[in-house]
């Protein structure tokens, strides 16, 4: 591979990193409250509110089932509002973030959702309110399952990210398809794949050694 | 002062060492009333068990007790304040003064055991310094030193329930619930974890209430006993007595497991007619129970009798006998008025033919 390729892969390896990490941790500041929301407003839940519970349950699903390339494409508006282009690896964290946060909400609340309703029980019982129930007993138990899960939103971005070529993104996706599919340099296909294999897995590496450290609960 | 005040004073001093008073609390869930009018009270430093088989109502009280349910209609004062009409807001102050231990013992798992017992006081807003240092006197207390920075993941049953008991402990509280504390325990860690209750309600005059379905955890530790029924309380006293002259039929099977029994190869034997000889069950107990009943019998009763099974059972510092008698069936009469004479309660159960 020619030093101006490797420069390539360097710099979308980079385009890469930045779109999800970026719309990582957007999608981890708002999918956190509102799987915490989803789950504190349903049946039984600490702060229970089925209307909004349902509205809120709607509005993600809703997010959910549009494909990323046509979120990509129909949120173009929106990125031109917040970013002021739409154009760009910037740009390609909007539609990034937006689809990554209803993703990552479900997880959390699929991990909130499992902490044993005793504990929840037990810190009533000592008299604590809401607040303290959210940050001593919802979120730290559930800690595992929500890094556990932003791991596996880290990794979907990471493929996501790919179609962001469509805007003009650059990135690892936008590579391969440049070049190694439409120029036919398969070496370029070979060392993208190589590349995403070991991003991918040092990622999910990362993820598993820190929910392990996270969990005690034996 | 006139006689009606002088009431009211007194009263109103009753009440003050009254540190729980339910009156007539019900509470219904759909169709099933898990409460049917319940009164009762529970005096300062006092343990009282409540006992019943499973769907009793005893989970739905012990949790009207610190609102964490609402009973429909009826009174709950803790300490004299009544609570049922309070907000969520404001019950919170007032949980700070009541402890809880669970069967599951409820300890959070990302926290360490002084993570665990300190989380009251920091709901309370105490200092780090300050909790830390209080945790770590309770840790002590509850016999747990060396194992504050454990998680509860690496204790034993009983450990865990001594963290429990440690963090219901924290904030100084005026009444302990006990919501079936040692039934997911073995027996033995069961007796040290009762043990250790024994020794708090001791040494700190701490008020216990304990819900339980097991007969031996009230025998033990308890000093008073209410016996629940389908939501009722349908027979209440101290232990010792309920034990020895159980009156509720749901009392009495409760104590089946504990209380002699007269064995199943007689039983069978057993019949109705006059014939043989009768076999009774002889119940005595308190101060008549320390006297020589079975000499002054001897003396007395010329017919012959004979012990068949049964013994003497010490519960709160009082001798509970229950025995069973064969007497030659035409003497019945004449052994019943002689026993009873002696303070024993005397219950015939039925006759054999010839010897059982």
């Given amino acids: 591979m020619s030093p101006v390729m490797l420069e390539l892969l360097v710099r979308s390896l980079w385009e890469t990193v930045v779109m999800t990490a970026a719309s990582g941790v957007i999608s981890l500041v708002f999918g956190l409250p509102l799987g915490l929301a989803l789950v504190a407003t349903a049946r039984g839940g600490i702060a229970e509110n089925l209307w909004i519970n349902r509205v809120l349950g709607a509005v993600i699903n809703g997010f959910r089932s549009v494909p990323f390339i046509i979120l990509l494409v129909a949120l173009i508006p929106v990125t031109r509002f917040i970013v002021g282009t739409s154009i760009g690896t910037w740009a390609a964290i909007v539609p990034l973030a937006i689809a990554a946060t209803p993703y990552y909400a479900r997880i959390a609340e699929v991990s909130l959702r499992e902490v044993d309703r005793g504990l929840i029980e037990a810190v009533r019982a000592m008299g604590g309110n809401r607040w303290t129930i959210v940050r001593e007993v919802l979120i730290p138990e559930a800690l595992p399952g929500i890094v556990a899960g932003f791991t596996v939103t880290l990794v979907t971005l990471i493929g996501a990210s790919a179609m962001a070529g469509a805007i003009g993104a650059g990135g690892l996706g936008d590579l391969a398809i440049r070049y190694g599919y439409q120029r036919f340099e398969t070496s370029v296909m070979v060392a993208v794949v190589a590349v995403l294999i070991v991003l991918v897995c040092g990622i999910q590496w990362l993820g598993d050694r820190l929910t392990a450290r996270l969990d005690h609960r034996g | ?356």
Wanted: charged share 25%.
């Fill in chain 2, 1 to 356: 002062m006139n006689t009606h005040v002088t009431r009211q004073l007194a009263e109103a001093a009753a009440r003050e060492d009254d540190v729980v008073r339910l009156a007539d609390v019900r509470r219904r869930f759909g169709a099933t009333a898990a409460l049917d009018g319940v009164s009762l009270t529970v005096r300062r430093g006092e343990i009282l068990g409540i006992i019943g088989r499973s769907g009793a109502g005893k989970s739905t009280l012990i949790r009207c007790l610190n609102g964490l349910e609402r009973p429909d209609s009826g009174s709950i004062a803790i300490e004299g304040r009544e609570i049922t009409g309070l907000g969520e807001a404001e019950l919170q102050p007032l949980r700070r003064r009541i402890g809880m231990i669970f069967q599951h013992f409820n300890l959070l798992s990302a926290k360490t055991v002084e993570e665990n017992v300190a989380l009251p006081l920091k709901i309370e807003g105490w200092t780090k310094a300050k909790r830390l240092a209080r945790a770590a006197e309770l840790i002590d207390l509850v016999g747990l030193k060396g194992k504050a920075k454990a998680y509860p993941s690496e204790l034993s049953g009983g450990q865990k329930q001594r963290v429990g008991i440690a963090r219901a402990l924290a904030a100084s509280p005026a009444l302990l619930l006990s919501d079936e504390a040692t039934s997911a325990l073995d027996p033995e860690t069961t007796r040290a974890i009762l043990t250790l209750l024994k020794d708090i309600n001791r040494k700190l005059g701490l008020t216990i209430l304990l819900i339980t379905h097991e007969m031996e955890v009230v025998r033990s530790i308890a000093d008073r006993v209410t016996v629940l029924d389908a939501g009722r309380i349908v027979e209440e006293g101290p232990v010792w007595q309920v034990f020895a002259t159980p009156q509720a039929q749901t009392t009495k099977s409760l104590l089946s497991g504990i209380r002699p029994q007269l064995p199943t190869h007689i039983t069978r034997k057993l019949v109705a007619d006059v014939t043989g000889e009768a076999i009774l069950g002889v119940d005595i107990a308190g101060p008549a129970a320390t006297g020589p009943l079975f000499q002054q019998l001897s003396a007395e009763f010329a017919d012959g009798y004979r012990l068949v099974h049964g013994g003497v059972d010490h519960i709160q510092e009082q001798a509970v006998g229950r025995f069973f008698i064969a007497v030659p069936a035409e003497a019945t009469a004449r052994f019943t008025t002689l026993a009873e004479r002696f303070g024993a309660q005397v219950e015939v159960l039925g006759h054999v033919a010839g010897h059982a």
